[in-house]
């Protein structure tokens, strides 16, 4: 009969599972900065990207388009920006993931307009994170009368236009709705749960295939 005795059981265990954790952590970023980021920003996994919130639906809407002065090639580079923006950070047992620099954001989103000298702000998002305001209104594309499409900046979409205070029932002014501003905040809270979730079964995934 043979007998074994292991000596410093316990370290040769804390070991293993050290070195095992270190492994599944270089897979568990990688999934993080494919994976889980695309899903955060597009849809996937269980959970609502950024792409599904009325934030997203009302800027890449006529209105929103028209609003901000962009055309429907700009909304996408906010998607690409949110994406760019993640990196996971291992850190001894913890891992930590950074996501939404608004300044890289801002420098992605830069308005097809700036440098012309008809606007005030160098991102469209600085009517988002800032709360900077227009000093014209917006006049839905409903209340125009015929022929304004020859004077919009946008040839398509004409979802309205903005104009001095008086024309055409313009107030005058004009900033992002108010209540979309703080669409990042509500995307995290509404989706917390679930990455929290497909995060460490992701985590028990990558551990015990490092085990083997």
């Known amino acids: 009969m043979w007998k074994l005795t292991l000596i410093n059981a316990e370290r040769i265990i804390r070991d293993a599972t050290t070195d095992a954790w270190a492994t599944a952590m270089v897979a568990m970023r990688l999934w993080m900065s494919t994976t889980l980021v695309k899903a955060m920003v597009r849809g996937g996994l269980g959970m609502q990207g950024l792409a599904q919130t009325k934030f997203y639906q009302f800027i890449t809407s006529n209105a929103g388009l028209s609003q901000l002065g962009i055309d429907r090639s700009e909304p996408p580079k906010l998607l690409d920006a949110y994406e760019e923006s993640f990196s996971a950070i291992v850190a001894g047992t913890s891992v930590v993931m950074l996501f939404g620099d608004e300044d890289l954001i801002k420098i992605r989103t830069a308005h097809p307009a700036t440098g012309t000298g008809h606007l005030q702000v160098e991102s469209w998002m600085d009517w988002v994170f ?13 209340k125009l009368p015929k022929g304004a499409d020859a004077n919009v900046r946008l040839a398509s979409p004409l979802g309205g236009l903005m104009l001095p205070q008086g024309v055409l029932g313009s107030t005058g002014n004009w900033s992002f709705p108010s209540d979309l501003m703080d669409f990042d905040s509500k995307w995290f809270v509404a989706n917390l749960p679930i990455i929290e979730l497909v995060v460490a079964k992701q985590a028990q995934i990558f551990l015990s295939e490092s085990f083997k």
């Open 130 to 142: 800032d709360g900077e305001t227009v000093g014209r209104g917006f006049v839905p594309r409903g």
